[in-house]
């Protein structure tokens, strides 16, 4: 199987964790201890620090390895912090940044129309994934509400966590059609079995957490899941590279492993 | 491939290994208020064992957790239709002393066949570990050298490290299990093990926390160090998975997997370990 993890991040966080990666460099060492061969990542500068510094830091961290993708984080723009949507899309293009992050809670702003409709309609018409994770910065509440204004969107969401979000995130994955969610703390028994049933296995893309997770617990968790090798691919592997497709064309295929 | 020892190389390709069995020494079963599980009755849980290599589980069923009305009943059900799979703890619910009287008149005649030991969710029932309303099985499990298996979670006034210190100084002889290994403190889980020789780290919902069974491992040994996964919470094979890629020995990955487990279980579940 190849994996393909959606959400990993590097850098060194403000608050210290255990285990902590610091590099790019340290990041694909890891990765390839666990047999992941690429993975979409952001700097956790992006969040601790301010969106400007760690979309810099993680686009020369990630420049000379074509294995790593990067996703930006963004932020309102009405004070001009950030450029316009087709200014950004251009420089994500041009530095392999192929989707982005939003921290609203944490960066004190609301993800929706008033604040951010200019990018949003953009990232709908261009079909760029926004990732957002429930353990920094946005609630069920925001995703609820940003997905009611924003229907067609594109959004994974990802570390829902431990306790069972099924409540949670069926509805939307029902009601929207493009909405998905990773499997960053998705440890449910059975969990990965039940959703592709439900909804096939289009909706799931492998996320390891990592560095607070270990690559290894959600890759044997899906190895060993009982639904077809080819579900389990495209949980691994080809979902991410499709979302990636669409908004960007040949960037993943042109890059040879 | 998670890693590259032998070990994991055997799970990875067959999600199961007949060397290294696994005792999930934390569960629980049935329906619960706030989580959907696709998998919580007996059978199913017994069909995700099969799938994981999980020699046996040692639960507390939901019901048993939260309703006095039903009590150990669930509990003691399921073990009888899968006795060669399942063990259960005796639910202890401090706020109803009438029902403890009961569960320990009743432990006797129920152990080993269904009981191997007790369980006490001090958070949930808000009633501290060290409280006077424990004590009757606290002074049982102490003269008989039994496994507690007691949720711990770092600075809970209710089963936090001071507690859990204050009842390991209290009593001894108890085979005392942290469930979650006083989540979060995790150093202050290390003093513990390392000061009583009678407690258990136990990893249901440690797993997920990247670098605490490294932690663990270096600093108490493998040998007190316990797997477990709350089922049908958590999946087998995602603590699996952790334990291979963690940057430990697969000697360690033995002991946390079974031979500690074995060790405890022995005296009490002979002819079932053998």
């Known amino acids: ?257 | 491939m998670i890693g590259r020892s032998p070990l994991a190389r055997e799970f990875w390709k067959h999600g199961r290994v007949a060397a290294c069995p696994i005792y999930d020494m934390h569960g629980h079963m049935g329906h619960f208020h706030s989580i959907y599980f696709p998998r919580a009755d007996a059978a199913s849980m017994v069909r995700t064992m099969d799938e994981a290599g999980v020699r046996l589980l040692v639960f507390s069923h939901h019901a048993a957790l939260n309703s006095p009305d039903l009590a150990n009943e669930p509990s003691i059900a399921a073990v009888k239709e899968f006795p060669d799979r399942l063990r259960a703890y005796c639910m202890i619910n401090p706020n109803y002393p009438e029902q403890v009287a009961r569960d320990l008149a009743a432990f006797s005649n129920l152990f080993p066949q269904v009981y191997v030991g007790f369980k006490f969710l001090s958070d949930y029932h808000q009633v501290a570990l060290t409280d006077p309303r424990y004590a009757p099985a606290w002074e049982m499990a102490n003269e008989r050298a039994l496994p507690v298996l007691a949720h711990t979670w770092g600075g809970s006034a209710y089963d936090g490290e001071a507690v859990v210190r204050e009842v390991a100084e209290r009593y001894p002889q108890v085979r005392f299990l942290l469930g979650h290994a006083c989540h979060g403190a995790w150093h202050a889980a290390v003093a513990l093990a390392r000061d009583f020789p009678n407690i258990y780290l136990e990893l249901t919902a440690v797993f997920d926390d990247r670098g605490v069974i490294e932690i663990f491992v270096e600093e108490v040994g493998s040998e007190r160090i316990l797997f477990g996964t709350d089922l049908p919470w958590f999946d087998p094979h995602h603590a699996i998975g952790v334990l291979m890629n963690a940057d430990i020995s697969d000697a360690d990955r033995h002991n946390i997997c079974h031979r500690n487990a074995e060790k405890l279980l022995a005296p009490i579940l002979p002819d079932l370990i053998a």
């Not at chain 1, 510094?53 to 996703?71: P, V």
């Not at chain 1, 939003?102 to 609301?110: E, G, I, S, T």
């Not at chain 1, 594109?154 to 099924?166: A, F, I, K, N, R």
């Open chain 1, 1 to 257: 199987m190849r994996f393909f993890d959606c959400n990993a991040f590097f850098g060194l966080p403000a608050r210290r964790p255990l285990a902590p990666v610091a590099t790019a460099e340290a990041l694909l060492a890891e990765m390839d201890h666990a047999g992941v061969d690429r993975a979409l990542v952001w700097h956790i500068a992006q969040h601790d620090v301010a969106a400007q510094t760690g979309n810099r830091l993680l686009t020369e961290s990630i420049a000379a390895f074509d294995r790593l993708y990067g996703c930006w984080t963004v932020l309102p723009n009405h004070a001009s912090e950030l450029p316009a949507p087709a200014v950004l899309f251009e420089q994500m293009y041009k530095t392999r940044t192929v989707a982005l992050r939003a921290f609203p809670d944490d960066h004190r702003f609301l993800l929706g129309e008033v604040s951010m409709g200019d990018l949003l309609s953009a990232m709908v018409l261009r079909r760029v994934p926004l990732f957002v994770s429930l353990i920094r910065g946005i609630t069920w509440r925001g995703i609820y509400d940003v997905l009611e204004a924003f229907p067609e969107l594109t959004c994974v969401v990802c570390d829902h966590g431990c306790w069972g979000e099924d409540r949670m995130f069926r509805p939307l994955l029902e009601r929207y059609p493009h909405v998905y969610i990773d499997t960053a703390q998705y440890l449910l028994d059975g969990g990965i079995e039940a959703l592709v049933s439900d909804y096939g296995a289009n909706r799931l893309l492998f996320g390891s957490g990592f560095p607070e997770s270990y690559f290894g617990g959600m890759m044997m968790a899906l190895k060993h899941a009982d639904i077809p090798l080819e579900a389990k691919q495209a949980v691994a592997y080809g979902n991410l590279e499709r979302l990636i497709e669409r908004a960007w064309g040949d960037i993943v295929k042109e890059v040879v492993v």
